[in-house]
């Protein structure tokens, strides 16, 4: 997971998608945008995945993203 600092992009990202239209005032200045890898797994702040099931119901261990 990375943080997306790049101005004009965070615009391009947000005017593309209907975030803005769920608020009634302009909330980019406040709003933090993040790029996720494919198969990255997002959990609670503060939690890892140890174990992740697969729909064959094996227990695969999960990757753990670097801090």
Not at 2 to 7: C, D, M
Not at 9 to 14: A, G, V
Request: a negative charge.
């Amino acid at each position: 997971m990375k943080e997306i600092h790049n101005n004009d992009l965070k615009q391009q990202l947000m005017s593309e998608s209907a975030f803005k239209d769920c608020f009634l005032t302009d909330v980019s200045a406040d709003t933090r945008l993040f790029h996720f890898l494919a198969r990255d797994y997002i959990v609670q702040e503060g939690q890892q995945p140890s174990w992740l099931f697969l729909p064959d119901a094996r227990p695969r261990q999960a990757l753990r993203h670097a801090s």
